[in-house]
């Protein structure tokens, strides 16, 4: 389970970040940064966890919980399609990061960022955590947050293009996605720059 052991080793405030949305076919790449300010309640800290471990239901329910704390600060950061197209995925994942950083109330001296490759960050010190949303409880907080705020903005999008299943497979490149492409094309939210969707541009 995620603990603060991580955070503990360093000095004044450390924030966690993490993002969602890699892997895709369709969407933005969004990125949480959180703080814990102080310790949360122990029913909370029990519950918080790699956000692919948990339920929609549970994440949704930690999601509440974590913004109604008062000793919380967050910050999201969102890169567009366009900026995934244009940059890489990678670039854009860095962009999200850095954005969600900056809309955090107070900069940290510290970062905890998921991952191998991480962005630097103007103002703070970077630390990469490969599996850091299963052992940190700052990134693993981020990874709930940027994950039910994806699929929200995800499920939103399905309404407008309600035959992609979007509110279900969050962009991912599901049978029920590949076969609404075939039958009703791409739309602008999808990543043109990724192999799947660039074929359908430029078939053979």
């Known amino acids: 389970m ?8 360093f000095k004044g405030l450390v924030g966690g970040v993490d993002e969602v949305g890699r892997g895709p076919w369709a969407g933005p790449v969004v990125a949480a940064a959180v703080i814990f300010i102080e310790v949360p309640p122990y029913c909370l ?15 949704e329910k930690i ?3 974590l913004l109604a704390l008062e000793n919380f600060h967050y910050g999201l ?15 854009a994942t860095f962009l999200a990061m ?22 630097s960050i103007k103002g703070a010190q970077t630390y990469p955590v ?7 409880l700052s990134i693993a907080a981020a ?7 994806r699929d929200k903005m995800m499920e939103k999008l399905a309404h407008d293009y309600p035959h992609y299943g ?16 075939k039958v009703h094309g791409i739309t602008p939210h999808h990543r043109q720059s990724f192999a799947p969707i660039k074929a359908l541009l430029n078939p053979l």
Request: no cysteine.
């Open 98 to 119: 850095e954005r969600a950083v900056m809309h955090l109330p107070k900069l940290p001296p510290t970062l905890l960022i998921d991952g191998k490759y991480i962005p």
């Open 143 to 149: 990874s709930i947050l940027a994950k039910v705020s």
């Open 45 to 59: 800290l029990q519950g918080i966890h790699d956000s692919k471990k948990l339920s929609s239901l549970k994440r």
């Open 77 to 91: 950061g969102i890169a567009s399609v366009e900026e995934i197209d244009e940059l890489n995925i990678l670039k």
């Open 130 to 136: 490969i599996g850091g949303d299963g052992i940190s």
């Open 2 to 9: 995620p603990t603060l052991e991580i955070e503990s080793q």
């Open 166 to 181: 979007w509110e279900r497979n969050a962009g991912y490149g599901t049978a029920e996605h590949q076969s609404a492409l």
């Open 63 to 65: 999601y509440h919980e």
